[in-house]
């Protein structure tokens, strides 16, 4: 069963950079979507940002598209999420996720198509 474990949280005051990791095991991730999403208080989940493991394509949400950038490491095993020139807004529990997908089919933004969730990681970003 795939596994994902985030890490890389912390504290980081506004125009701050963070690197969050998610260590993902239990097979082969050919054919499968990761994703990161977020949920800040009293916000709704959000899709941050996706990555087709294979090609290594990657899909940003409009809000954050200049700023984070997502990429693998296919030895490690490993999706991160470079978060650049932070905002207080940007303050939210990161979480990765997975699911099946068509290769090279782009991955959903919606939480509910994924299948596998790590337990998330704390972002807090100080004014």
């Known amino acids: 069963q795939v596994r994902l474990v985030e890490s890389g949280g912390g504290l980081v005051q506004a125009g701050g950079s963070l690197r969050l990791s998610c260590a993902a095991s239990g097979r082969s991730f050919s054919g499968y979507a990761m994703a990161w999403f977020r949920h800040g208080p009293g916000k709704e989940r959000e899709f941050v940002g996706g990555i087709t493991w294979t090609g290594g394509n990657t899909y940003y949400a409009d809000s954050v598209k200049v700023r984070f950038t997502i990429s693998r490491d296919n030895v490690k095993n490993t999706m991160y999420l470079q978060l650049n020139s932070l905002k207080p807004e940007d303050t939210a529990v990161y979480s990765c996720?997975?699911?099946?997908?068509?290769?090279?089919?782009?991955?959903?933004?919606?939480?509910?198509?994924?299948?596998?969730w790590g337990q998330g990681t704390q972002v807090t970003v100080s004014s």
């Open positions: 996720s997975a699911v099946g997908v068509t290769t090279g089919l782009r991955p959903p933004s919606t939480p509910q198509r994924y299948d596998y």
